[in-house]
């Protein structure tokens, strides 16, 4: 009874969550594989080999060379995981060794090829088209082996201390070529604003030279106007009104005849007094 018990006991396998069970007969891997929960086995004839389906990990850095020949050491994080309905196969190839003998090495020769394609410059300035092709180069590779690339990370690129300050150099020329341009434009808005001040300010010079030259003509033209009016209607008796509204009283002390005779008035009124 106890042996039974025994017998029993060992006729089950637990494959836990996130694993898929290789079915092992006498060492072998066989066709079935065994899913989560208990499977029954033929007790000390079979046994079973967790495979982990869940997403892993890798990193690898490595040290590559780009198309322009500059020397670079890129740090990758590639997250996989094993096909779940050929972990058999996997296990037969591989055994549990697949990181070490198909994934990291792939990943080194994916890197290679990756950054070959490209200048150190483009690595920066194009890192998710870079991140694109590796992950292209990288899944055609591991696909091969049923291992399914799920994201791939480039956390880092160091490059050689002389590449580091070329480029630091070229962006500190950028910048002040940009500070340039920025002041030449500044410069040229300002003298465009102050072509459109004198512009506005000659504009409004003319504009009241002309209205005064219009205000003296229109002021001309009414004198004028006045002037023949009071021509028109001058009369010897009007001049003479004029004349008297503006005489003092005092008659003028000689005056002349038709005959060409001057009379001394003075003389003649000091005389009749």
Same mark, same amino acid.
């Not at 836990?16 to 499977?39: F, Q, S």
């Not at 996997?90 to 490209?118: G, H």
């Given at each position: 009874?106890?042996? %039974?018990?025994a017998?029993?006991?060992? %006729?089950?396998?637990?494959?836990p969550?996130?694993?898929?069970g290789?079915?092992?007969?006498?060492?072998?891997?066989?066709?079935?594989?065994?899913?989560? %929960?208990? !499977?029954?086995?033929?007790?000390?004839?079979?046994?079973?080999?967790?495979?982990?389906?869940?997403?892993?990990k890798?990193?690898?850095?490595?040290?590559?060379?780009? @198309?322009?020949?500059?020397?670079?050491?890129?740090?990758?994080?590639? !997250?996989?995981?094993?096909?779940? !309905?050929?972990?058999n196969?996997?296990?037969?190839?591989?055994?549990?060794?697949?990181? $070490?003998r198909?994934?990291?090495?792939?990943?080194?020769e994916?890197?290679?090829?990756?950054? /070959?394609?490209?200048?150190?410059?483009?690595?920066? $300035?194009?890192?998710?088209?870079?991140?694109?092709?590796?992950?292209?180069?990288? /899944?055609e @590779?591991?696909?091969?082996? *049923?291992?399914?690339?799920?994201?791939?990370?480039?956390?880092?690129?160091?490059f050689?201390?002389?590449?580091?300050?070329?480029?630091e150099?070229?962006?500190?020329?950028?910048?002040?070529?940009?500070?340039a341009?920025?002041?030449?434009?500044?410069? @040229?808005?300002?003298?465009?604003?102050?072509?459109?001040?004198?512009?506005?300010?000659?504009?409004?010079?003319?504009?009241?030279?002309?209205?005064?030259?219009?205000?003296?003509?229109?002021?001309a *033209?009414?004198?004028?106007?006045?002037?023949?009016?009071?021509?028109?209607?001058?009369?010897?008796?009007?001049?003479?009104?004029?004349?008297?509204?503006?005489?003092?009283?005092?008659?003028?002390?000689?005056?002349?005849?038709?005959?060409?005779?001057?009379?001394?008035?003075? $003389?003649?009124?000091?005389?009749?007094?």
């Amino acid at each position: 009874m106890i042996l %039974g018990g025994a017998l029993y006991v060992q %006729g089950f396998a637990r494959v836990p969550a996130g694993y898929r069970g290789v079915l092992l007969t006498w060492g072998k891997p066989e066709d079935k594989i065994l899913g989560v %929960g208990l !499977n029954f086995i033929i007790p000390f004839v079979q046994n079973i080999e967790l495979m982990n389906v869940q997403l892993q990990k890798a990193e690898s850095s490595e040290d590559t060379a780009t @198309r322009d020949l500059q020397q670079v050491t890129t740090t990758v994080a590639v !997250n996989f995981r094993l096909n779940p !309905n050929k972990v058999n196969t996997i296990y037969s190839d591989l055994r549990q060794d697949y990181v $070490s003998r198909v994934v990291k090495p792939n990943i080194e020769e994916s890197l290679k090829a990756a950054t /070959a394609l490209y200048t150190a410059e483009e690595l920066i $300035s194009k890192r998710t088209q870079v991140k694109a092709t590796l992950d292209d180069i990288l /899944a055609e @590779r591991l696909i091969i082996f *049923d291992i399914e690339v799920v994201s791939v990370s480039l956390t880092d690129f160091q490059f050689s201390p002389s590449f580091k300050a070329a480029i630091e150099a070229k962006v500190t020329a950028e910048q002040q070529a940009l500070e340039a341009k920025n002041k030449l434009e500044q410069i @040229r808005y300002e003298a465009q604003q102050q072509i459109i001040q004198a512009e506005a300010l000659k504009n409004a010079t003319i504009a009241i030279a002309l209205g005064d030259a219009q205000a003296a003509i229109i002021e001309a *033209d009414a004198t004028a106007a006045a002037i023949e009016v009071i021509t028109a209607q001058m009369t010897a008796e009007y001049a003479q009104y004029l004349w008297l509204t503006q005489w003092d009283g005092k008659l003028p002390a000689v005056v002349g005849s038709e005959s060409g005779l001057i009379i001394d008035l003075t $003389s003649l009124m000091d005389e009749g007094q």
